[in-house]
Nanobody, 115 residues
């Protein structure tokens, strides 16, 4: 059974950090482009970061560049999103996505940035 399970969300203060994890099962995530999206209330889902299949090239939305880092641990079949210098506007549900011939989504994890 194919699954993506996100974890690591929660409440953080402005300027704080969180690390999200996306654990894949039922398929080999290193063979897929992996990405993180987020959706804030009343807004469309937007791409936050991605990491490619082969060279693990990364890319980021301009709003998070320099603050967020996407990485993958192929041995653990897991992708991470390290989020530093968090801002209230980073508050959203964060989703993990795997794409190649098929596309899979996780169920999402809530991130709230507030003092």
């Amino acid at each position: 059974q194919v699954q993506l399970v996100e974890s690591g969300g929660g409440l953080a203060q402005p300027g704080g950090s969180l690390r999200l994890s996306c654990a894949a099962s039922g398929f080999t995530s290193r063979n897929y482009e992996m990405s993180w999206y987020r959706q804030a209330p009343g807004k469309e889902r937007e791409l936050v970061a991605f990491i490619t299949r082969s060279l693990s090239t990364t890319g980021y939305a301009s709003s998070v560049k320099g603050r967020f880092t996407i990485s993958r641990d192929n041995a653990k079949n897991t992708v991470y999103l390290q989020m530093n210098s968090l801002k209230p506007e980073d508050t959203a549900v964060y989703y993990c996505k795997a794409s190649y011939h098929e596309t899979y989504w996780g169920q999402g994890t809530q991130v709230t940035v507030s003092s």
